[in-house]
């Protein structure tokens, strides 16, 4: 009987730290986010600062697609209606143009991007506009 | 940055839920002298709107949560009519929630000063129907220079202490 509990407490306390581990990684990937964001808000601020309207548009436009992936600042389900309310396309191109682009990238972002990419796929696939 | 003896304490309600943007564009209007109080939210503007009369210049983003932890309205939250047909409908939700707020401003608060619509939103039916009712420009978010949003604002707010100007024919392309 005891090796029965010690069994089925064993098997909960497993379930339970498998599912902490998935909660830290789904938080460690959305504070890497959101340091991204402050970093590249600052970038903007800084290019708002010295009127330059090449680099406003484009950190504007990529703080939008990694807004929309920030599990801490909007909900998922709503990228796509967000998306169809701005310029899909625009916002595919400004995605490739960083990805393309040295500054700004790095590893985490990268990861971000590719994670940005495949979850657009399905948006565009079901957006009236694309269909 | 001088600041402006005509704006000196004025007050801007500035609806805006992107931090970033509120950030860079700003802080040149505090500069200028404008007191500049940003709601990030539908439930935190209409709380600030209870004393509307407050502000000179009210600027709206179309795309805002609807509170701190809702991004859209519930269900039981009346939505307004659609007038002439087009107001609600086909919108996303999210631009639904600004919709309804300049709704609430125009319709139930009948707010008499002037409301500027800054938003990524660029569908041309949804504008020209905020015009329509009231909005005082419509103008894209997008690559906006602090300069420019402060000269902008300083010309609506010159326009609109000028009662002979129809404020309301101004349109952006």
């Known amino acids: 009987m005891v090796d029965l509990w010690a069994g089925i407490l064993g098997f909960l306390g497993g379930l339970l730290s498998f599912a902490a581990g998935l909660q ?6 959305g504070l890497r986010q959101l340091l991204h964001i402050w970093r590249v808000s600052n970038k903007l601020k800084r290019a708002q600062e010295e009127s330059n309207r090449e680099e406003v548009l484009s950190y504007e436009r990529l703080l939008q697609v990694m807004k929309l992936y920030s599990p801490f600042l909007v909900h998922q389900a709503t990228a796509s209606t967000y998306f169809e309310s701005i310029n899909t396309e625009d916002s595919f191109d400004i995605l490739a143009q960083r990805l393309g682009s040295r500054p700004l990238l790095s590893l985490g972002m990268i990861d971000m991007l590719i994670l940005a990419l495949k979850r657009l796929a399905p948006t565009l696939n079901v957006s009236p506009n694309n269909a | 940055m001088r600041k402006e003896k005509e704006v000196s304490g004025k007050k801007i309600l500035w609806i805006e839920d992107d931090y970033y943007h509120l950030k860079g564009l700003v802080k040149p209007l505090r500069d200028t002298g404008f007191d500049v109080i940003p709601a990030r939210s539908v439930v935190e503007a209409k709380s600030l709107l209870r004393k509307w009369q407050s ?12 509170s701190d932890n809702e991004l859209a309205m519930s269900d039981s939250e009346p939505i307004p009519d659609d007038r002439n047909g087009i107001f609600f409908k086909n919108v996303s939700v999210l631009v639904r929630n600004g919709l309804v707020l300049f709704d609430y401003m125009v319709e139930d608060l009948k707010v008499n000063i002037p409301i500027l619509i800054l ?3 660029h569908a041309d039916h949804i504008m020209k129907d905020l015009r329509r009712r009231g909005a005082v420009r419509t103008v894209k978010k997008e690559a906006l220079l602090p300069k420019e949003v402060r000269d902008m604002i300083l010309e609506v707010i010159r326009d609109s202490s000028q009662p002979s100007k129809d404020a309301h024919s101004i349109e952006e392309s």
């Open chain 2, 119 to 121: 938003s990524i939103v």
């Open chain 2, 55 to 66: 502000f000179q210049l009210i600027i709206l983003d179309l795309i805002i949560p609807y």
């Open chain 1, 24 to 29: 830290l990684n789904r938080i460690g990937f």
